[in-house]
């Protein structure tokens, strides 16, 4: 039996976190409706700003819910999704506006795959941010031996260096927070560095013999002026004196900078969503692109991010430091927003 309501939670211009029922979307044709089981709170895109919202509050902006990866049972299959799902299918779910943290969820098809068998509701729901960071190590282009930093290790910075890990690289993870520092060396990165204890420069000649830093990865929000200029000195140097390589911005950041000489020869790349498709909405409810132009869209790195997690490649387990049920939403997004110190990856269980 389907229901007809959910749950579901909302902010609204005051930045209040709230869970309310309210109507299931309709099935549309190239969708499925899936019973969700698992919900990953995203605390940079989802919350952040969010006590510039307390200190100034827009009492004209509704409450809306918001949400963008989860993964649960499908409960229904859409025209044109039968040859691909079934009622009783495992999958994750991704996408603003579809994947929200709620009891009921109805999402293009393009934007839902299988959870592989022995990957858990929860470590499925990490799929989104997992190929937010897969993009973001596929545009940085990294090789084998190179030496690779991520900057910020929150969950996107966190899996990035797993995934730069796995496609062979010699890892530096940097942040100022030692309890995220502690959860990137069980996650195997082979330098977690803290900002505040030391010379990044340095450091980062020493971990890389003197070759220099090949890629680094932004991986937070804000200002980053100081961190882009200590990636550029991190860099391999040729014997002009130029500096090689790529940075590549997967967060939100911002900084200032003239180009291009302090730059030299790296390139500065942006690195948003997770692949071609997400925000096509034909895409999503089932258009194709042909596979010789876009090996690597939305949902065939959805599909890795699983498939490598289930073979005990990539580790989400380790991320997860809170699991509440859906009707704790608030306290949870507290803890995200007041105790960056202690939580990281906040799971809601509807």
């Known amino acids: 039996m389907v229901p007809k309501t959910r749950r579901v939670v909302t902010r609204d211009g005051a930045g209040r976190i709230a869970v309310v029922e309210g109507p299931i979307p309709d099935l549309k044709p190239g969708s499925v409706l899936v019973e969700v089981r698992s919900c990953l709170i995203s605390p940079g895109t989802e919350l952040g700003g969010i006590l510039a919202q307390r200190a100034n509050p827009d009492p004209a902006r509704p409450a809306r819910p918001f949400g963008y990866g989860n993964a649960g049972v499908v409960l229904g299959v859409g025209e044109g999704c039968e040859a691909a799902f079934e009622p009783g299918m495992r999958v994750a779910c991704m996408?603003?506006?579809?994947a929200l943290h709620a009891s009921h969820a109805v999402v293009p098809r393009n934007l839902t795959v299988p959870i592989p068998e022995g990957l858990s509701f929860d470590e499925a729901a990490f799929a989104h941010l997992a190929a937010t960071a897969l993009w973001a190590?596929?545009?940085?282009?990294?090789?084998f031996a190179q030496n690779v930093a991520v900057?910020?290790?929150?969950?996107?910075?966190q899996i990035a260096a797993q995934i730069a890990r796995c496609s062979g690289a010699h890892v530096m993870a940097v942040d100022t927070a030692p309890f995220r520092l502690e959860i990137a060396s069980t996650c195997g990165t082979d330098l977690a560095f803290n900002l505040a204890e030391g010379h990044v420069e340095a450091a980062a000649a020493a971990f890389t013999r003197g070759h220099g830093i090949d890629a680094v990865i932004i991986a937070f929000g804000g200002e980053a002026t100081a961190a882009i200029k200590a990636a550029c000195a991190m860099m391999k140097t040729a014997l002009d004196g130029h500096q090689y390589g790529a940075i590549v911005i997967v967060g939100g950041a911002r900084f200032e900078g003239q180009f291009p000489t302090p730059f030299g020869n790296i390139d500065v790349r942006a690195s948003s969503r997770p692949g071609p498709g997400y925000h096509d909405e034909a895409w999503e409810f089932g258009r194709d692109?042909?596979?010789?132009?876009?090996?690597?869209?939305?949902?065939?790195?959805?599909?890795?991010?699983?498939?490598?997690?289930?073979?005990?490649?990539?580790n989400y387990e380790a991320l997860i430091t809170?699991?509440?049920?859906?009707?704790?939403?608030?306290?949870?997004?507290?803890?995200?927003?007041?105790h960056p110190d202690r939580a990281l990856g906040v799971i809601l269980n509807p």
């Not at 900057?151 to 910075?157: I, K, S």
């Not at 876009?294 to 599909?303: D, P, Y």
């Not at 009707?327 to 507290?334: F, K, M, S, Y």
């Open 95 to 98: 996408g603003g506006g579809y």
């Open 151 to 157: 900057f910020g290790l929150g969950l996107v910075g």
């Open 137 to 143: 190590v596929r545009r940085a282009r990294i090789e």
């Open 289 to 314: 692109y042909p596979p010789a132009l876009v090996q690597w869209h939305t949902r065939r790195n959805l599909e890795a991010c699983l498939l490598f997690a289930a073979r005990g490649r990539l």
């Open 322 to 338: 809170h699991r509440l049920p859906l009707e704790q939403a608030p306290e949870g997004c507290e803890e995200l927003i007041h």
